[in-house]
């Protein structure tokens, strides 16, 4: 067996800050840069989605000009 076809599992990783409701229009009324305020805070948890199953909680780490996520607890069968 060819030992790259292992290399090719596609996972889709989703990361959830926060939410927000808002209007389609105004949606569609954002441009480039636009903000849209969440109703979390940084140093709220977030959670990690792995192909759109709830796989772990995390937190946000910002290192100089990049976002990152730490992963601090992974979810168990009974939890989701």
């Given at each position: 067996m060819?030992?790259?076809?292992?290399?090719?599992?596609?996972?889709?990783?989703?990361?959830?800050?926060?939410?927000?409701?808002?209007?389609?229009?105004?949606?569609l009324?954002?441009g480039?840069?636009?903000?849209?305020?969440?109703?979390a805070?940084?140093?709220?948890?977030?959670?990690?989605?792995?192909?759109?199953?709830?796989?772990?909680?995390?937190?946000?780490?910002?290192?100089?000009?990049?976002?990152?996520?730490?992963?601090?607890?992974?979810?168990?069968?009974l939890e989701?």
């Amino acid at each position: 067996m060819n030992s790259q076809a292992y290399n090719r599992v596609m996972v889709e990783i989703t990361v959830v800050l926060g939410r927000a409701h808002m209007p389609v229009r105004q949606l569609l009324k954002m441009g480039r840069g636009a903000v849209i305020d969440l109703d979390a805070k940084h140093e709220d948890e977030c959670w990690i989605y792995a192909n759109g199953e709830l796989v772990a909680r995390g937190e946000i780490m910002i290192v100089g000009e990049k976002i990152g996520v730490s992963i601090t607890r992974l979810m168990s069968q009974l939890e989701i």
